[in-house]
């Protein structure tokens, strides 16, 4: 199973930003987004599509129907810049499948 | 409060074996629905997870490496041991232990370890 994201978005701050993860029939699979900033360990954003851990802001939403997955922030701010990744569970082969991340920039 | 650390060398010869520990705090391996894992990431590229083992001792391997890796836990003592042999300088990156939670139909990693930066060099 393949999770197809784009290299790279850019947006200003306070608006929003939105980071696609593509695969095939992925609206039938739980898509969970990390955010990965330098020298630091990932975090997990969201869960089961649209589930935010504890501690993660309201600014971090998802949505993910047919073939695409979506995690959208808004608001941005300077602190959200960061590497961005998708993951689902292959169940066939039983083990997690990444995406191959967005890196956000925050103009 | 989950944490998780790792720890092992910094600098490993090529051909060599690299051992890797996971000491982690606020779960444990026999609750049902829970794993760790171990995921890595070379300078620029991608997350790349690479062995994960669960509450129920299943284990799993990334398919490129299966050959080379090998994870054991020690439920008693809250850690997970990665062992990969033959090592490369392909194989320098941050390796990170992670803690992993099953929901609904799929597992998800729900904590990550600092990491430790291991670089193959001779």
């Known amino acids: 199973y393949v999770l197809t994201q784009p290299p790279s978005e850019s947006v200003a701050p306070g608006k929003t930003a939105t980071i696609t993860c593509g695969g095939n029939n992925i609206g039938s699979e739980s898509v969970h987004w990390y955010q990965h900033k330098p020298g630091r360990a990932p975090v997990l954003v969201l869960y089961?599509?649209?589930d935010r851990p504890s501690g993660i802001p309201q600014r971090f939403s998802g949505s993910n129907s047919g073939n695409t997955a979506t995690l959208t922030i808004s608001r941005v701010e300077a602190g959200d810049e960061a590497d961005y990744y998708c993951?689902?569970?292959?169940?066939?082969?039983?083990?997690?499948?990444f995406g191959g991340g967005t890196k956000l920039t925050v103009l | 409060q989950i944490t998780l650390k790792e720890s092992g060398p910094t600098l490993v010869r090529p051909t060599q074996t690299l051992t890797l520990t996971c000491s982690f705090s606020?779960?444990?391996?026999?609750?049902?629905?829970?794993?760790v894992g171990w995921v890595r990431q070379p300078p620029g590229k991608a997350l790349e997870w690479l062995a994960l083992?669960?509450?129920?001792?299943?284990?799993r391997y990334r398919t490129s490496l299966r050959n080379r890796l090998t994870i054991k836990k020690d439920t008693s003592r809250n850690q997970v041991a990665l062992t990969m042999t033959n090592m490369d300088p392909m194989d320098s990156a941050t390796y990170y232990c992670?803690?992993?939670?099953?929901?609904?139909?799929?597992?998800?990693?729900?904590?990550w370890g600092q990491g430790t930066l291991v670089t193959v060099s001779s």
């Open positions: 993951q689902v569970w292959d169940t066939g082969s039983d083990h997690p499948v």
């Open positions: 606020g779960f444990s391996l026999s609750t049902s629905s829970v794993g």
């Open positions: 992670t803690h992993l939670l099953w929901y609904g139909e799929s597992y998800y990693f729900n904590s």
């Open positions: 089961y599509d649209t």
């Open positions: 083992v669960f509450w129920d001792d299943r284990y």
